[in-house]
């Protein structure tokens, strides 16, 4: 049924992002960090011409910004996530040998797929 996909795809989408946040955590061993950006975030400086503006009391100068951004953290390894709950999803063979049962095995493989893209 539709609610059936709609759980299969929610349920490999949630295992993908618990996967991620686990290794970013260093909770797992399978994984580990995502690689770092090569470079950095784009200037807010494109939303003012001066490349500064203030908000209620908050100053914020985009260039200073951008000359002081290092990235310190372990990002999500989304990619690796996504490859490890496939192997934990995807199961065994089907259970059965009839048409019916392998052709659910296939709709669930690929509701699995789409919840993990």
């Known amino acids: 049924t539709r609610e059936q996909a709609f759980v299969y795809a929610m349920s490999a989408a949630a295992t993908v992002w618990r996967l991620a946040r686990g290794c970013a955590l260093g909770n797992l061993a399978a994984c580990s960090c995502a690689t770092p950006p090569r470079r950095e975030p784009p200037s807010p400086s494109a939303l003012t011409a001066s490349g500064s503006f203030t ?11 951008r000359n002081s951004f290092k990235w310190g953290g372990c990002g999500d390894d989304v990619r ?17 040998t009839g048409s019916t049962a392998k ?7 690929h509701n699995n797929r789409a919840g993990r893209r």
Not at 55 to 65: E, G, L, Q, R, Y
Not at 85 to 92: D, I
Not at 104 to 109: D, G, I, K, P, T
């Open 80 to 96: 690796s996530a996504s490859r490890l709950a496939k192997r934990f999803l995807q199961g065994s063979s089907p259970p059965g």
């Open 55 to 65: 908000t209620k009391s908050v100053s914020f100068d985009a260039m200073s910004a």
């Open 103 to 109: 052709f659910m095995h296939a709709v669930n493989m």
